[in-house]
C-alpha cells in the first residue's frame, strides 16, 4: 500500500537489493502486490529475503506486508493420494489428516508411500495438533519441518533403497475431541532425472483400538523392519 509512487526491490543480499534484485515492482497511489510462488526458481526456502523500498517522485508514504498461503491437502482415511514435485525447486509438500475417537482415546496408523518415479525417497514430518472444534482453516494450523517435529519418517533414503513401498506405523492417544496431524512431506531425489521432479502415491489409514500399555512407533518395509521407535 502507498501513497506515490514507490520501487519495491527484494533481494537474498542485502547489499544488492537495490542493484540487483530478485523481484520488483513499481506501485503508484494504491495497492500492489509480488506473487511469489515455491515452484519459482529463484525462490528457495529457510533463506532471508531483504524488501528495499524507495519513492520515485518526492516524498510517499509506504507500508508492506506478507502473505504466506500454504497450500495443504487434506488426506481422506485409507484412500489414496497422488502427488506430484513440479520443479527441482518444489521441495515440500503440506497435508493434514484426521485421527478417529468415537469410542476409544487410543488410535493406531499406518503410512504407505509408493514412489511412482524412479529414485525418488519422500521423508515425512508430522505434528500432533489436538482441538476441540474443526478449525476453520487447516492451513492455519502449525506444520512441521526439518528441524521442528513431533514424529519423522525416511530421513535415510539408504533404508528405502530399492523398494517399492515404504510403510510407517505409529499409534497414540488422543485427548481432545479433535485430533489432527499436519505432514511436511520433503522430496528427495537421487540419480538423474529432468527437470520434473518425482511423483507418487501416499496413503494414511488410522483406525481406533482397544488400549494397550503403551504406543509405538515403527518404520518397515514389504519384507524387513526398518527401525523402532519408542515414544
Known amino acids: 500500500m502507498s501513497i506515490g509512487v514507490v520501487l519495491v526491490q527484494v533481494s537474498k543480499d542485502p547489499e544488492q537489493v537495490n542493484f540487483d534484485p530478485i523481484w520488483d515492482m513499481q506501485q503508484d497511489v494504491g495497492q500492489g502486490k509480488i506473487s511469489i510462488g515455491k515452484d519459482d526458481p529463484r525462490f528457495h526456502m529457510a533463506t532471508w529475503y531483504?524488501?528495499?523500498?524507495?519513492?520515485?517522485?518526492?516524498?510517499a508514504i509506504a507500508s508492506v506486508r506478507i502473505n504466506r498461503q500454504r497450500l495443504v491437502s487434506v488426506l481422506a482415511n485409507n484412500y489414496p493420494h497422488k502427488f506430484q514435485y513440479y520443479s527441482a525447486h518444489e521441495i515440500v509438500k503440506f497435508m493434514v489428516f484426521e485421527v478417529p475417537s468415537d469410542w476409544s482415546n487410543y488410535f493406531e496408523t499406518t503410512i504407505e508411500v509408493h514412489p511412482l518415479?524412479?529414485?525418488i525417497y519422500?521423508?515425512?514430518?508430522?505434528?500432533?495438533?489436538?482441538?476441540?472444534?474443526?478449525?476453520?482453516?487447516?492451513?492455519?494450523?502449525e506444520y512441521p519441518n526439518v528441524v521442528d517435529y513431533d514424529l519423522k519418517f525416511g530421513d535415510n533414503f539408504s533404508h528405502q533403497l530399492y523398494n517399492d513401498k515404504a510403510t510407517y506405523e505409529f499409534s497414540g492417544f488422543t485427548y481432545q475431541p479433535r485430533t489432527?496431524?499436519?505432514?511436511?512431506?520433503?522430496?528427495?531425489?537421487?540419480?538423474l532425472n529432468d527437470i520434473r521432479k518425482g511423483d507418487f502415491k501416499?496413503?494414511?489409514k488410522t483406525v481406533e483400538k482397544i488400549r494397550p500399555d503403551?504406543?509405538?512407533?515403527t518404520?518397515?518395509?514389504?519384507?524387513?523392519?526398518?527401525?523402532?521407535?519408542?515414544?
Open 180 to 191: 489432527y496431524y499436519t505432514m511436511a512431506v520433503y522430496s528427495h531425489n537421487y540419480g
Open 202 to 204: 501416499l496413503t494414511v
Open 214 to 217: 503403551q504406543p509405538v512407533v
Open 50 to 59: 531483504y524488501i528495499s523500498i524507495q519513492s520515485l517522485q518526492g516524498s
Open 122 to 141: 519422500p521423508s515425512l514430518y508430522l505434528r500432533k495438533i489436538e482441538l476441540q472444534d474443526v478449525p476453520e482453516r487447516f492451513e492455519d494450523l
Open 117 to 119: 518415479s524412479d529414485n
Open 219 to 231: 518404520a518397515v518395509h514389504e519384507v524387513e523392519p526398518l527401525e523402532l521407535l519408542q515414544v
